[in-house]
């Protein structure tokens, strides 16, 4: 007995389908009610039960049988709707609004076959936050959370809808550009760059503002999602090496120009 796909409605109305003959062209004048009602219904088999056994038990039998395979219908749906939450929450970072590391490598692996597959640039960013220790221990970890939620955000709002946002691990996030290559990347990195280092980071009464050094790897054929966040990681300390050479020298210039200029020697006649 095929129940499959029915609810308890339909099965009430599969006792009275019209008879075959109404639907090949048969006259049904002679079976129509006196009233004028309408063309008379099959009630001779209700899922396959002849007229003969579909007594009134059977029938409650019937659609008992139907009304359980509602609930568990119902029940499925829920439970559906249950899986996809926590998968959802199996793919998001605990504390930042982007994908945990798990879903962000997944994705990448993904974005990466389609680049070698159809010839599509995309490109991997890899941003560290700068300083955060140096956050954390003047300010508290609490100060250092608000600064890594900012740079989340931050990168999450600047981005299209088909680049991904992920947090690799502590200070340390990454950004899939779709239909990206090393030139557009390097811009759109900038980018997020400049409005991260612009967003001032409210905190107790404080207010301090972030900087993020970046790393750009564009994919290529052969690449990995564990060889790709290597390059780009690589890159991205090179960056801050650059980033750290640069502020001392500005420290050294500051310091030179703001000292008393130095002493002539002096001739001393005997």
Request: charged residues 30%.
């Amino acid at each position: 007995m095929k129940i499959g796909g029915y609810s308890a409605q339909t099965a009430v109305r599969a006792a009275d389908r019209v008879r075959p003959g109404a639907r090949t062209g048969r006259s049904t004048d002679a079976a129509a009610p006196a009233s004028g009602a309408g063309p008379a219904v099959e009630v001779s088999d209700f899922f396959g039960v002849p007229e003969g056994e579909l007594t009134p038990k059977v029938r409650e039998a019937l659609m008992g049988l139907m009304d359980e395979v509602d609930s568990l219908r119902r029940e499925l749906q829920i439970a559906k709707g249950k899986i996809e939450g926590l998968e959802e929450l199996a793919d998001r970072d605990p504390l930042m609004p982007v994908a945990n590391r798990r879903a962000f490598v997944r994705e990448m692996s993904r974005m990466m076959s389609y680049t070698e597959r159809y010839g599509v640039p995309s490109s991997l960013v890899f941003f560290d936050v700068n300083g955060l220790k140096q956050i954390n221990d003047s300010l508290g970890h609490a100060a250092g959370d608000k600064a890594l939620l900012a740079v989340a955000t931050t990168l999450g709002e600047q981005i299209r809808d088909t680049d991904i946002v992920g947090r690799i691990g502590g200070d340390e996030f990454g950004v899939i550009l779709a239909q990206a290559d090393e030139d557009v990347a390097r811009v759109k990195a900038q980018q997020l760059v400049d409005a991260i280092k612009a967003l001032p980071v409210a905190f107790d009464g404080t207010t301090f503002h972030v900087d993020v050094a970046h790393g750009i790897f564009p994919f290529g054929k052969g690449d990995t999602t564990t060889s790709a966040l290597a390059e780009a990681d690589r890159r991205m300390y090179d960056r801050k090496r650059e980033m750290k050479a640069a502020a001392a020298e500005d420290s050294s210039d500051d310091a030179s120009a703001g000292s008393d200029p130095p002493a002539q020697p002096r001739t001393v006649t005997a």
